[in-house]
């Protein structure tokens, strides 16, 4: 059982409560792993502003949501899986395509492709890419600013992979449909 309650906006801390009424307004909801981040008023402030900065980036929100599904598969996050999951069908990403990051494999996409791999190797070596890795992101169409807000991105995934691992939020019943289960460690 977790310690961290899920908070609403009503309960959180005074300094969360901007950052849940903002999550409230874009999604209609509190995404549970936020209501729970919100007990840490450093946290849930510091990820909406990352947040905002991502969506707000070059990258479509397919784009995006493909590598906030790739990361939460790379980080074995199972709440942010199954959240991705609905947000990349719901932006139009390929179902062949999801099942297939959602499997640890590459997506068909040659673009979502060399966005999901370079996330995968971006956590994978800890940022270490060589630069065969970041020539051939740039030759899929990418700019070298891109793969800096791929970079954000990950930082963005890697806040709320952590926190889900943490604080271990339930799955709300509108993303049940795509429950994943980490490996064991």
């Known amino acids: 059982m977790s310690s961290y309650p899920v908070h609403t906006i009503q309960s959180a801390p005074a300094e969360s409560k901007p950052a849940l009424q903002q999550l409230q307004r874009l999604f209609g ?3 549970n792993v936020a ?18 900065r991502v969506h707000a980036s070059s990258l479509t929100e397919p784009q995006i949501q493909t590598l906030l599904l790739t990361n939460a598969v790379a980080n074995a996050s199972e709440w942010p899986v199954a959240f991705h999951t609905a947000l990349a069908l719901n932006e139009g990403v390929h ?6 990051i959602r499997r640890g494999d590459l997506p068909h996409d040659a673009t ?7 996330a995968r190797k971006l956590i994978g070596q800890r940022g270490r890419i060589t630069e065969a890795d970041r020539e051939r992101f740039i030759e899929s169409g990418f700019s070298a600013e891109q793969l800096l807000e791929v970079v954000a991105v990950v930082a963005a995934s890697t806040i709320t ?3 889900s691992s943490i604080t271990r939020p ?3 019943a509108q993303f049940e449909a795509f429950v994943w289960k980490a490996p064991a460690l």
């Not at 179902?95 to 297939?100: H, I, L, N, R, S």
């Not at 979502?112 to 370079?118: E, M, R, T």
């Open 35 to 52: 209501a729970k981040m919100a007990s840490s008023p450093v946290l849930i402030g510091g990820f909406i502003a990352l947040f905002e």
């Open 170 to 172: 339930p799955l709300e």
């Open 112 to 118: 979502l492709a060399a966005l999901s791999s370079l």
């Open 95 to 100: 179902p062949a395509d999801v099942d297939a």
């Open 29 to 31: 909801t509190v995404p």
């Open 161 to 163: 992979n952590y926190a």
